[in-house]
């Protein structure tokens, strides 16, 4: 059978601008070919090739490659060995998936508001919220923009080692050199099909704390010892022990091939991304009533989502935009519905806590996250912005005459 390797989908020739396009490269699927001939196709030398390219791409000691970032929250939580219940801070601005695993992992998710300025955390959040008592604490650096774990952390009063980080959108993020992740003593990526490096599914966690790392290589094949995924080479043995609590949560020799091969394109894909953001600020910032995604300080941007938010001056509701978008072909979405207005951890959390969020409940109804990714062209960009340029409708008085841009 041939197979046909091009890196051209049929998307690209409608006219429509999705919110995203994943693109596993030529070279990508034809390692994920070689794979499959091969005749070993989980976890295996390719995903020890994949663990050692990623650390050096990130600047990290040790990386670990599980199923998901999901999974590598939780088993970063479960390796910390809290006792069970202890309050973990999370933004309720994150996906839903990365409090379910603090869930999963036995721990009680303390839900804290979002930061207007960084749509993360902020110190005095995470201090508010830490004075019920947190021990460990999640931080998420929303959409890219990278937050000092160590400051967030000693601002709650948490042992550093107690930070987990959720760096699914973080991947090309770095404050004052250092890569998000590779300082941390547990930073976790994502390879989910949208994410910065796209492998479809996967995830992986970078850690300075080579103990962690081998408890986490056990823990991610059902707790079994180390090297049981060799069981079923010549080479191998049958035996194994069981020492430790795990999960089934591997990574898979498929996965670390396309990974390898898209590793090699991520320098060049975070370029674009931030070139395509600089081209959205420039022509967004002239619209009335589009509030632009927050600059960080003295620190790299990963630009995984481009978030606008819509405030009343844009004369439309953010639903309603979206939709409009949406009808000239042009896909958004919105990251994030906070946590805490989601039934199930209303239930799982309490409406007490569920209640007090104020700053997120604020926000939420602005937030419009635009399409950005490598792919996509300059015009793209300029497509989007002239889109929403045109369904922006200013209130006659607040317009000076002459001016329709309503330049601020
Ligand atoms: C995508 C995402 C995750 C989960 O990643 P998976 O690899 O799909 O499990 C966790 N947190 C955030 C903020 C995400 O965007």
Request: contains cysteine; hydrophobic residues 45%; glycine residues 8%.
């Amino acid at each position: 059978m041939k197979i046909d390797l091009d890196s051209r989908t049929e998307a690209a020739d409608t006219g429509e601008i999705p919110f995203c396009r994943t693109v596993i490269t030529p070279d990508a699927q034809r390692a994920a070919v070689r794979v499959l001939q091969s005749g070993w196709v989980t976890m295996g030398p390719e995903s020890i090739a994949f663990e050692e390219e990623f650390a050096s791409w990130l600047g990290a000691r040790h990386v670990v490659a599980v199923s998901s970032c999901s999974a590598a929250l939780q088993m970063a939580l479960m390796a910390l060995k809290l006792p069970s219940g202890s309050a973990v801070l999370t933004p309720t601005l994150t996906f839903s998936g990365a409090v379910q695993a603090i869930l999963h992992a036995g721990l009680r998710p303390v839900l804290v508001d979002v930061d207007e300025q960084s749509l993360g955390v902020s110190e005095a959040g995470v201090a508010a919220a830490a004075r019920a008592g947190a021990v460990a604490m999640v931080v998420q650096h929303m959409a890219g923009y990278p937050l000092d774990a160590k400051g967030l952390a000693d601002a709650a009063g948490i042992d550093h080692s107690h930070v987990v980080e959720d760096a699914a959108h973080a991947l090309g993020a770095a404050i004052a050199g250092a890569a998000i992740g590779s300082e941390s003593p547990a930073g976790c990526f994502s390879f989910y099909a949208t994410k910065n490096l796209p492998i479809g599914e996967g995830g992986a966690i970078a850690t300075t704390d080579s103990q962690l790392a081998e408890r986490l290589r056990t823990m991610r094949l059902h707790g079994m010892t180390r090297d049981a995924w060799r069981r079923y080479e010549l080479s191998g043995s049958w035996e194994y022990t069981v020492e430790d609590v795990g999960l089934k949560a591997n990574f898979t020799d498929l996965q670390a091939a396309i990974g390898r091969a898209q590793l090699l394109e991520l320098g060049d894909w975070q370029r674009r991304r931030a070139e395509l953001a600089a081209r959205y600020d420039a022509q967004l910032v002239r619209i009335r009533g589009i509030q632009l995604p927050p600059r960080p300080l003295r620190a790299v941007h990963a630009w995984h989502l481009y978030i606008v938010q819509i405030h009343e001056e844009f004369g439309r509701s953010r639903d309603e935009t979206a939709a409009l978008l949406g009808e000239r072909g042009i896909g958004t979405s919105v990251h994030f519905i906070p946590v805490h207005r989601l039934s199930y951890f209303r239930r799982a959390l309490g409406t007490e806590m569920c209640s007090t969020l104020p700053v997120a409940d604020l926000v939420f109804p602005r937030l419009l996250s635009l399409p950005l990714y490598p792919g996509m062209s300059n015009d793209d960009v300029d497509r989007v912005c002239q889109a929403l340029e045109d369904l922006s409708r200013p209130s006659p008085q607040r317009v000076p005459i002459g001016d329709s841009h309503g330049s601020r």
